[in-house]
């Protein structure tokens, strides 16, 4: 019994959790204040009481703000609406959802430290502590039970543990249990406290059961379950108010459909990928693909791949599909770090990963090109967004989806999947840092706006300096991790010679080294500060009284800056390396190993360095050129379509509203008028007839006896006829 | 153990009759004793033909618990007219009957509130339970046209009486509708009686010479082949059940106009009704006819489903919007049997066709519940707030968290969210029709995007949001209300997440069913 | 001589009268007068195949046997009478009734069943 | 040359019933029509004497000539409301009536005497009023006698259609 084989603990203990919480202590906290979602007091709402479901009842998609005509809008009131439960903020949480909370961290504490023995055990490659040999190369398969075999088609749970599946399980539970840490914190006094750490283990499950999937079937039941998850962490606050118009803050009732509606968009491609991928090879399992589709038909592998493709676009916000990502940062932040930044919409780089074999080996080269392309150019495209962005979440939102699309080329430009997993890798502890980060900010001053901050280093300098760590990782700027794992997608698309992925992703580096770099000043920094970087109380903006937050929140940060630098500088004693080599069964794959020293290093970097240096200037020394580009004539336009998201938002709502809504009312209305129309037409003719013969029933007696009689004597008549009778 | 069908069959009827005479109090403990007893005795032969040995659970040739005494035995000369009174189970049959037996029990508790003549409306309710589990579980059939008419009458009082503002037109709709397309459907059972020798109308009969069913018929100086015109007559009345497009119009205003409980039972068991009948009877006894008409089927069943999604994407009326969705889940029952019966690739894609069929009959089972679940929490808001307006809500979910969990539950069932019932389905289906009709499938599949977006839109629209102030004193489910919608979340996701038990006992009835299918193909 | 068609015409003529009394006039008790006729003239019919019978020893007219001492046709005879009695009772509490209510014995009025 | 009492009879009976059965119908006052009612009746007597059936002929008197003419009397009594010449008009259609019953009238006799019968044993004279040929007693045992073949059974229900009309009539014809 090694820790392998109870790997279904380590998604079965958040789902314990979760029912005890479920039944146990929320029932109890219910039982004990009887109303558990509490409102806030009608009068905080009342305004827009009639107004939510009204406007509403006109779109299925969005009303969060994205219609600002003005670009330097107000938004305080949509901050104090997206900040959520603040209003109940200082309040200490009562005892029975403290238990919840405790409860739900214990659970994640042991799923990793269960991980973290798996990992060990994959180590350990002689077999000496846990006397199974060469797992690392192998890999196990858990069969759980069966869903039900019909002829040869085998519907089955299988777990699968593979260095792949390994590399996941850390993340997600090592990840989720800081969120879980932190969320003590920020969540703290919130109504619906008990109901969020609920919420936050349901998605662990999922998507540890995504990550254990052995089969196409597994993983899809995970996939769905995650996006539930993410649905209603997005919709935790769907009581809010809508901000007003102009706010850039994302509103959480329709964020969360519109999360849900779009990844499904994705999801529909995957399945019938996924069918034909059936069809053909009969089976769903990972591992006997990769053998059985080499009989398939290339064109129509290529194009299952694809369509498989599809998904992770969904999933992981790539463009057409990323409109989902911003507004998702409805949900609280906690949420965003773990699930919209860290783990699920690293799902679909996973699930390309895990197929990788059959992306790159077996299936034509349109596939990875597809995906390679889709993902560098969703990589500038988001940067570019990112750029005038002024909500501090949405910043983050869009170079979540960018790194997103680092990641996909790199699973594309290499032969291994091992460049692209090791950004998963290292993004997830930055990114997961950036987001709790801002949520502390915004849990200090109640705004996420980031012209009301400014200076808050001083304020929270933990904070401030954790950011630091992540900004300068996430601009590729060595020794910290985001420079290992990023350099080596922009040196491989070089060497692989594909210029045009290399192109783009060399500009995005600057690009998101420039947005990053102007997120923190505006943040933390202030023109007259030390490089405007480190600002104090004559910088803030905001009218808050900020303050550092408590230490269950500032610790997760800490740990997870640690982990940013110190995968940073083991990548000097070849971390990378190794990494590739576990992540490729124990088998050394040439890994392009950043600092070999080539101009081509120099380049990446100095790429991020320019990009920090503009932003420096820019925001930290009031060169007012970002006021000349918005003001300009010329470049007005492009500012203004950059801020507006390329309008893609306005165009999808009128996709829907157009094309969805009018196909659907046309059906609605053929429904009443042409079918229903015939039908009681036929039946209006019927009526229509008996109107009329109904006419010989006169009522009066002798009408009928003479009828009668009549009758009789006819036939009397016409037997005689008959008979011949007359006749004679 | 003969006993035991017979007894689930009347016992609700008798029982519907014996609780008039008790004043009201009884009568409704009665009623729901009578429809619990039910339940419990079909769960008692579910189970007992699951744990029988793999051999006996049964399928159209060994039904279980098999009554078959000889009912009308007229010989006029040359021609023979012979009705057995034969009951029986198997695979196909048992998941509908326990559904059923759990519905109307849910149903009577469900409608423990309504205060109009609430002795009548049981016993009708009870009489209704009787002439679906006929339906069910007839296995002549003339008799099987016998209780499927029964089961007309109750319903159309149910909607008559108890229904809402438009009541007499829902019902008269509903009566016509479903009398029309019967009247076919009896032409073609004396059709196939008298051209598969009229000897016995028993299931086990035409099962036997269903392969053998070909020829043609003179009609109009031309002449049609015989199986497709007894496909076409059988058909009409399952079609208008089922409903397929585009013969569903009258579904939405039944539901819309009936009262919860009724609607429970019309989307959980009566147009399961129609489904029962195509794949035991159509498909069954004349798989040549399917087959003849399989891709045209196919295309039908993707319409169903876009068109059926299509429609709730706008509706206001939060049960009509439910109907439709019933009307677009339907297209997935419709085709999975088209898909199993389309004559590509032959025997050799056998297992795909079980896995469709399969999940066809799976389907009929999980939308039962599915829908019959969104219709309570739809019946426990409307009980609340008097209307069933979907933009008139709006944030009530902090008002009832009870029921909005519950009602999310039902949705995300609805839309096909794994570990609810409604995914095993779906994915069985899909998985089996992309062999045999990949285009009518894949567009099929895009229903599930559809469905997501109008049943969550729904939810926004009227649980999320800031409280709309008219609903402050809106309160939460009661225990007797949620008691149903809990029964039903179990239900669901247990066969969610495992579905062995149901999958076990169904495909063994559907390889009897292939097994004629692809004899018919090997005549063809 | 006098044969049995004698009466029988004689019923059919009086049956005739009756009829067309029954489907003519517009009093009730015109019409029921009409229809008492109108059992009378089966009356003399089926009294006229008794005797007939009878007189024929035995033999029925078609050549069947039957038991000529059965008197078959008076029996009838009697019972019609006192079913005639019984509805003529019958009938005229009826128009009695109906007059009470609607002050008319006129048919052309009574027409409640009128589409 | 000797006359044939019995024929002549027959010959007068039947014309004075059928003139007074005209009569009935086509009498404008309704109380005329009602006596000549009872002329029918009587005459309708004769002929059952005729026939060798003195007791239907007693009966007749007694029942029709008795009993329902007092009856139809007193509802003629009861339900004149209209000093109206005419008490017993025709209505719209004894025109067609009138058509009806000449062509039935017309079928009915060209029937008889076109059925084999009327050729055969039907043709014969029947021994009209014999005094020999009297059936009462006869007929006293078909109805009554509890031993012999006898109709004892269909007349006592035939007394229970008569109870039944009995409180029917009363019950129908009371005031409410």
Redo the contacts between chains.
């Keep these: 019994m090694t820790p392998v084989d109870l790997v279904w603990l380590v998604p079965a203990l958040p789902l314990a959790a979760m029912l005890i919480i479920f039944f146990g202590t929320r029932m109890v906290e219910i039982a004990v204040q009887p109303r558990p979602a509490a409102v806030p007091a009608p009068t905080d709402h009342g305004g827009h009481g009639g107004h939510g479901p009204a406007d509403a009842a006109t779109t299925p998609d969005t009303e969060a703000g994205h219609d600002a005509t003005d670009q330097t809008a107000h938004t305080t009131h949509g901050a104090a609406a997206a900040g959520g439960g603040h209003g109940e903020h200082g309040g200490h949480t009562p005892f029975w959802p403290m238990l919840s909370s405790i409860i739900g961290v214990s659970a994640l504490l042991l799923s990793f430290a269960l991980s973290l023995l798996i990992l060990w055990q994959f180590l350990d490659v002689n077999g000496d502590v846990f006397h199974t040999k060469n797992l690392i190369a192998t890999g196990k398969d858990i069969h759980l039970y069966n869903w039900f075999t019909i002829g040869s088609l085998n519907y089955s749970i299988d777990f699968r543990v593979d260095t792949l599946t390994v590399v996941m399980l850390l993340v997600v539970t090592g990840v989720s249990t800081l969120v879980h840490l932190y969320s003590i914190g920020y969540m703290a006094g919130d109504p619906g406290y008990s109901r969020f750490y609920i919420e936050l283990a349901l998605f662990t499950v999922a998507m540890l059961i995504l990550v254990l999937g052995a089969n196409f079937l597994v993983l899809f039941i995970g996939w769905e379950l995650v996006g539930l998850s993410s649905y209603l962490l997005v919709g935790f606050w769907f009581y809010h108010n809508p901000p007003p118009p102009g706010s850039e803050v994302p509103y959480p009732p329709p964020a969360q459909l519109k999360a849900f509606v779009t990844t499904r968009l994705g999801d529909f491609g995957f399945l019938i990928g996924i069918l034909i991928l059936f069809t053909a090879t009969g089976t769903f399992n990972f591992i006997e693909l990769n053998t059985k589709t080499q009989a398939m038909d290339k064109g129509l592998l290529t194009l299952a791949m694809i369509l498989v493709f599809c998904g992770a676009v969904g999933k992981s916000a790539q463009f057409p599909l990323h409109v989902w990502l911003p507004d998702a940062m409805a949900g609280p932040t906690p949420v965003s770090a773990l699930i919209h930044a860290a783990t699920m919409v690293a799902a679909g780089v996973y699930l390309v990963a895990r197929l990788f074999p059959i992306y790159e080996g077996v299936a034509g080269p349109q596939a990875l090109a597809v995906v390679g392309y889709t993902g560098a150019f969703t990589a500038l495209f988001a940067a570019t967004i990112a750029l005038t962005q002024n909500d501090i979440k949405g910043v983050l939102a869009y170079s979540t989806i960018s790194q997103l699309g680092y990641m996909f080329a790199g699973l594309a430009v290499a032969d291994t999947n091992t460049v692209g997993m090791y950004h998963l890798f290292t993004h997830a502890f930055f990114k997961a840092l950036l987001f709790l980060g801002s949520g502390s900010v915004i849990h200090a001053i109640g705004a996420q706006d980031m012209r009301k901050m400014g200076g808050l280093a001083r304020f929270m300098p933990w904070t401030a300096g954790t950011i630091l760590v992540a900004t300068l990782a996430i601009s590729g700027i060595p020794p910290f991790s985001g420079f290992w794992s990023k350099d080596p997608i922009i040196t491989t698309a070089l060497e692989k010679g594909n210029y045009i992925i290399y192109g783009l992703t060399l500009f995005t580096a600057f690009l998101t080294a420039f947005y990053m770099f102007r997120l923190f000043i505006l943040t933390f920094g202030g023109q007259g500060s030390f490089l405007g970087l480190w600002g104090g109380h004559d910088q803030y903006r905001g009218d808050a009284h900020p303050r550092e937050s408590p230490r269950v929140m500032t610790f997760p940060l800490v740990v997870l800056a640690l982990a940013t630098i110190l995968i940073g500088l083991a990548g000097f004693a070849g971390f990378n390396q190794g990494f590739a080599w576990f992540l490729n069964h124990g088998v050394n794959v040439d890994f392009p190993v950043a600092p070999a020293l080539d101009a081509n290093t120099f380049i990446g970097v100095g790429a991020g360095v320019l990009g920090i240096l503009l932003a420096i200037a820019v925001y930290g020394y009031g060169l007012r050129l970002n006021v000349a580009l918005a003001s300009s004539a010329v470049t007005r336009p492009i500012y203004r379509l950059l801020y507006r998201r390329y309008f893609l938002d306005e165009l999808y709502l009128w996709l829907i509203r157009v094309v969805v809504l009018g196909l659907s009312n046309l059906c609605a209305l053929f429904d009443a008028y042409v079918i229903d129309g015939i039908v009681n037409g036929s039946a209006r003719a019927v009526r229509g007839l008996g109107n009329i013969t109904r006419r010989s029933e006169t009522g009066i007696l002798q009408n009928y006896g003479a009828a009668i009689f009549g009758g009789a004597m006819i036939i009397l008549i016409l037997v005689f006829v008959a008979t011949g009778a007359i006749g004679r | 153990m003969q006993w035991l069908l017979p007894v689930i069959v009347f016992a609700p009827a008798i029982a519907g009759v014996a609780l008039l005479l008790f004043p009201q109090r009884p009568a409704k403990l009665i009623a729901a004793g009578a429809t619990l007893a039910v339940f419990l005795l079909s769960l008692w032969l579910y189970f007992g033909l699951l744990n029988g040995s793999a051999t006996t659970f049964g399928d159209v040739l060994h039904p279980q618990w098999a009554v078959d005494e000889p009912w009308i035995n007229i010989a006029l000369g040359t021609f023979h007219f012979r009705v057995d009174y034969a009951l029986g189970a198997d695979g196909l049959s048992m998941p509908m009957i326990v559904l059923n037996a759990l519905l109307t029990f849910l149903a009577v508790v469900g409608s423990w509130h309504i205060d109009r003549r609430i002795k009548f409306y049981l016993a009708l309710i009870l009489i209704l339970e009787t002439g679906v589990m006929g339906v069910f579980a007839a296995f002549d059939l003339f008799l099987f046209i016998l209780f499927w008419e029964v089961e007309l009458i109750p319903m159309f009082l149910l909607i008559g009486i108890w229904g809402g503002a438009r009541r007499e037109y829902a019902a008269w ?1 509903f009566l ?2 479903t009398l029309v397309g019967s009247s076919f459907t009896l032409a073609g059972i004396f059709l196939i009686y008298v051209q598969t020798g009229g000897q016995s109308a028993t299931y086990q009969h035409y099962a036997s010479v269903a392969s053998q069913l070909t020829g043609s018929l003179p009609l109009f100086g031309g002449s049609v082949s015989l199986p497709l015109v007894l496909f076409l007559l059988l058909f009409a009345g399952f079609a208008v059940k089922i409903p397929m497009w ?1 013969v ?2 009258w579904l ?1 205003d039944a539901h819309t106009e009936a009262p919860t409980a009724v609607s429970v039972l019309l989307a959980g068991v009566l147009l399961k009704m129609g489904a029962y009948g195509l794949i035991r009877i159509c498909l069954g006894f004349v798989p040549q006819g399917v087959q003849e008409i399989a891709p045209l089927l196919g295309i039908v069943a993707a319409i169903n489903v876009l ?1 059926g999604a ?2 709730s ?3 206001h009326d939060m049960k009509k919007m439910i109907a439709y969705a019933s009307v677009s889940h339907m297209g997935y029952v419709l085709l999975g049997v088209a898909g199993a019966a389309a004559s590509v690739g032959g025997a050799s894609l ?3 066709r ?2 469709a069929l ?1 999940g066809a009959t799976l389907q009929m089972f999980t939308h039962g519940a599915i829908t019959g679940m969104l219709f309570f929490c739809v019946g426990v808001l409307y009980d609340k707030a008097h209307t069933r307006e ?6 009530i ?3 009832m ?1 009870r029921e909005i969990t519950l009602y999310s539950i039902a949705c ?1 069932a609805s839309l096909g ?3 609810l019932a409604g ?2 389905a779906e ?2 289906v ?2 089996g029709t ?2 045999l009709l ?1 285009a009518q ?2 567009f099929a ?2 229903g ?3 469905t ?2 109008y049943l ?2 729904m939810l ?11 609903w ?1 004193g809106l309160t939460d489910a009661t225990l007797r209300e949620a008691f149903p919608l809990a029964a039903l979340a179990v239900v669901i996701l247990f066969v969610g997440i ?3 038990p149901l ?2 006992l169904i ?1 063994p009835a559907m390889q009897q069913t292939l097994h004629t299918v692809v004899q018919a193909l090997a005549v063809h | 001589m006098i044969t049995l068609n004698h009466f029988l015409v004689l019923g059919a003529v009086l049956f005739v009268i009756g009829l067309f009394g029954a489907l003519s006039k517009r009093n009730a008790v015109a019409i029921l007068m009409s229809i008492e006729i109108m059992l009378n003239a089966v009356n003399v019919t089926l009294v006229a195949f008794a005797s007939a019978i009878l007189n024929h020893g035995g033999k029925a007219l078609n050549g069947a046997t039957v038991d000529s001492s059965r008197l078959t046709g008076q029996i009838f005879a009697v019972f019609i009478i006192t079913v005639a009695a019984a509805e003529a009772s019958v009938a005229l509490a009826m128009i009695i009734a109906i007059y009470r209510r609607r002050n008319t014995i006129d048919v052309g009025e009574i027409n409640l069943m009128r589409w | 040359m000797t006359i044939d009492v019995p024929a002549v009879a027959f010959w007068v009976i039947a014309i004075i019933l059928v003139g007074s059965a005209l009569a009935v119908v086509v009498m404008p006052k309704i109380v005329h029509a009602a006596l000549f009612l009872v002329a029918v009746f009587g005459a309708a007597a004769g002929i059952y004497v005729l026939l060798n059936a003195e007791f239907i002929a007693i009966v007749q008197v007694l029942i029709y000539a008795g009993a329902v003419t007092i009856l139809i009397l007193f509802a003629i009594m009861l339900t004149q409301n209209s000093m109206s010449r005419v008490s017993n008009p025709f209505s719209g259609q004894w025109w067609l009536a009138g058509l009806i019953c000449v062509l039935l009238a017309a079928g009915i006799i060209f029937a008889v005497n076109s059925s084999p019968m009327a050729a055969g044993a039907a043709s014969d004279a029947l021994p009209l009023a014999n005094a020999a040929g009297g059936t009462v007693v006869k007929l006293g045992q078909l109805l009554y006698s509890p031993f012999a073949y006898s109709y004892v059974l269909p007349f006592e229900i035939a007394s229970v259609v008569l109870l039944v009309a009995i409180v029917g009539a009363i019950m129908i014809g009371r005031e409410e």
């Design positions: 709709k016509i509708y585009p569903h119009t939405p068109w299509g429609a994407m706008v509706q056998l297992d795909f079980q896995a399969t979907i933009d008139i809500f709006g944030g979910a902090t008002r968290p995300f969210l794994p570990a995914f095993v994915y069985l899909f998985t992309y062999a990949p499938t894949v599949v895009f599930v995007v559809l997501a977006g969550l839109w926004r629209r009227s649980f999320f949001g800031p409280l709309n102030l008219k402050r495992y579905p062995q999958v076990d495909t």
